[in-house]
T-cell receptor, first 112, second 115 residues
């Protein structure tokens, strides 16, 4: 059973702080990793993709990947109330398969 | 330049009825995916199309579910003899199949309620 695990939260951080979201996955052959943001009642929105070990930065977002530890994280710097949402970690199936396996999401609340 | 579109946005039906959900992917995207999402859960993969053919239908829960993409663009997810457990948000996504990159972009979803 391929699994993607996330802490469900809720995670609360004050405005301006760094929010840290974590994800582990079970399929060691996975090669592609994604973070989606989902506002209540809306569909998932892709915010970060990462394919190689290390850090990838995009604005206030940094994705971190450690394939040896089967661990992916997302850091949100200078958190804003508008960042309050559920963050979904998704892992791509290895090889020619294209499906994404999602975690159940971490609910983030940024307190003004 | 438009994103993925899905119709209808909401569908209420009675147990046992047949429903069709439509997805129009981003222009030029050859890969199309269907997922469904239950409350409090992440999306769950149903089926993936590459062009007109279903490349992977391993996520379809049973033979009441079927999807087509006859011209390699718009896709229709068909559910026969609906059951209350089919109630969920059905999400469609598309991607451009650029090498190993598999960035999938989701439509707004169809909320299906089976009474």
């Amino acid at each position: 059973q391929k699994e993607v695990e996330q802490n469900s939260g809720p995670l609360s951080v004050p405005e301006g702080a760094i929010a840290s979201l974590n994800c582990t996955y079970s399929d060691r052959g996975s090669q592609s990793f994604f973070w989606y943001r989902q506002y209540s009642g809306k569909s998932p929105e892709l915010i970060m993709s990462i394919y190689s070990n290390g850090d990838k930065e995009d604005g206030r977002f940094t994705a971190q990947l450690n394939k040896a530890s089967q661990y992916v994280s997302l850091l949100i710097r200078d958190s804003q109330p508008s960042d309050s949402a559920t963050y979904l970690c998704a892992v791509g199936a290895p090889g020619s398969a294209r499906q994404l396996t999602f975690g159940s999401g971490t609910q983030l609340t940024v307190l003004p | 330049g438009a994103g993925v579109s899905q119709t209808p946005s909401n569908k209420v039906t009675e147990k046992g009825k047949y429903v069709e959900l439509r997805c129009d992917p981003i222009s030029g995207h050859t890969a199309l995916y269907w997922y469904r999402q239950s409350l409090g859960q992440g999306p769950e993969f149903l089926i993936y199309f590459q062009g007109t053919g279903a490349a992977d239908d391993s996520g379809l829960p049973n033979d009441r579910f079927f999807a087509v993409r006859p011209e390699g663009s718009v896709s229709t997810l068909k559910i026969q003899r609906t059951e209350r457990g089919d109630s969920a948000v059905y999400l469609c996504a598309s991607s451009s199949l650029a090498g190993e990159r598999n960035e999938q972009f989701f439509g707004p979803g169809t909320r299906l309620t089976v009474l």
